[in-house]
């Protein structure tokens, strides 16, 4: 049974930084990519940032320049650093996984809340 489990997540004021870490277990399929998505009340799930398994990466137009994705493919392990947070960052992240077939997993997801 696949699981991702989210770390990381909580309160800071605007300017400052936070460290998101998913660790992923029971994966027994080549991963594609690896990511974060996050989703504010009443809008829809978005991109943050994906890393794909040849270190190639992708961001959200809002978040670049700010945060950072990397990945660990021998321990499953994909972390998003994050920093200048803005009120507008609030939201639930979510962690990621693509096989390479197309299936999905997700994390049960992380409160990131940026006070400003």
């Known amino acids: 049974q696949v699981q991702l489990v989210e770390s990381g997540g909580g309160l800071v004021q605007a300017g400052e930084s936070l460290r998101l870490s998913c660790e992923a277990s029971g994966i027994f399929f080549s991963v594609y990519t690896m990511g974060w998505y996050r989703q504010a009340p009443g809008k829809q799930r978005e991109l943050v940032a994906t890393?794909?398994?040849?270190?190639?990466?992708n961001y959200a137009d809002s978040v670049k320049g700010r945060f950072t994705i990397s990945r660990d493919s021998a321990k499953n392990t994909v972390t998003l650093q994050m920093n200048s947070l803005k009120p507008e960052d609030t939201a639930v992240y979510y962690c990621n996984i693509f096989s390479k077939v197309g299936n999905a997993f997700w994390g049960q997801g992380t409160q990131v809340t940026v006070s400003s």
């Open positions: 890393i794909i398994n040849d270190g190639s990466t």
